[in-house]
């Protein structure tokens, strides 16, 4: 099986704090051993990260969230 390296891996610019400190979290979390969205937001509002609005993570908060940050630059 070849790698091949995804485009969110070759990002053109360095990560913000933010972004560095999703990163961290949910490395964090899967380490766990949790994977499933519910375990994940959950998770997620455990920890003082939260999205740009200041609420609660909720599963389409966070998809929302992943999708933007996955956007091709």
Known sequence: MAL????????????TSYEEA???ELEAIFATGVHDLPGVVAALNETGLR??????WTAESFTAEIARLGEKE
Do not use: N, S
């Open 4 to 15: 091949r390296l995804e485009p969110v891996q070759a990002r053109k610019h360095e990560l």
């Open 22 to 24: 999703l990163a961290d």
């Open 51 to 56: 999205p740009a609005d200041g609420a609660d």
